[in-house]
């Protein structure tokens, strides 16, 4: 009976489709066997850990999936080619480098929802609307529950009393693994409009009172740092986050 011929060597190449990519971009690797004539099928691995199932050899070469997202930083790929019945084994492998994603900048603006018992709920709204991740609530630097998740680019507060004094409300977006942090705070002015004149006295209605009018003594909330012209209409807010009716100043 004669031996079964030796098998021949084999040598595979690993080529990357880049060898630096930006995180979470996709990616792949292609393996080349020769000769050509070799039968079979290729293991890819990252950082020594089998990824995805052996790839067959078309025409001598093998493709993998796109790669997963991969934290920033130098990673080893590598190709095994598992032989066939005519040629050995052989592998490859090579350095990938991963440089880390320039986060995109966000902005955080900040609004109030009415809420039971005359109290408020702050909301947050971060954009892009793709940004995750958390936003921290504080009245006067004291955190009012723990971070709200966002949802859609929105988080929400726990109900807060805003009634009294002059309250400073913050909302603090975390950040992301692909968006920067942001935050926005509003001030919130309780005013209480001056008393209306007591009535005077007119010389031209035989001593008759004529009567003066003034603005409501109601209390009202501004966010701070609003500016007033000659003619401007001034929005007012309600500490519960409700327009009232705009108010001409002369």
Do not use: W
Not at 81 to 109: C, F, H, I, M
Not at 123 to 143: I, K, L, M, Y
């Amino acid at each position: 009976v004669a031996a079964p011929a030796a098998k021949k060597d084999s040598t595979t190449e690993l080529q990357l489709a880049k060898s630096i990519s930006t995180a979470g971009e996709k990616t792949y690797f292609v393996a080349k066997v020769r000769p050509e004539g070799a039968s079979g099928a290729v293991q890819f691995k990252i950082d020594g850990a089998n990824f995805g199932s052996p790839v067959p050899l078309s025409g001598g070469s093998a493709r993998s999936g796109d790669l997963p997202a991969l934290a920033a930083g130098r990673h080893t790929v590598s190709a095994e080619y598992g032989g066939d019945l005519q040629y050995k084994p052989s592998s490859a492998s090579a350095p990938y480098d991963v440089a880390a994603a320039e986060k995109l900048r966000t902005s955080t603006s900040l609004t109030f929802e009415k809420a039971a018992d005359g109290k408020s709920i702050a909301v947050a709204t971060v954009r892009p609307e793709t940004a995750t991740g958390t936003v921290q609530f504080s009245v006067n630097g004291t955190d009012v529950g723990g971070p709200a998740q966002l949802q859609a680019g929105v988080a929400r507060s726990l109900p807060m009393d805003l009634s009294k004094g002059s309250p400073t409300v913050k909302a603090i977006y975390s950040g992301d693994q692909n968006h920067q942090g942001s935050g926005a705070a509003v001030h919130l002015d309780r005013f209480e409009p001056e008393p209306s004149p007591k009535p005077t006295k007119s010389p031209d209605h035989g001593g008759g009172v004529l009567p003066r009018t003034g603005s409501s003594a109601v209390p009202l909330v501004v966010a701070a740092g609003m500016l007033l012209g000659s003619g401007a209409a001034l929005l007012r807010k309600g500490r519960n986050g409700e327009d009232c009716q705009p108010e001409v100043q002369d």
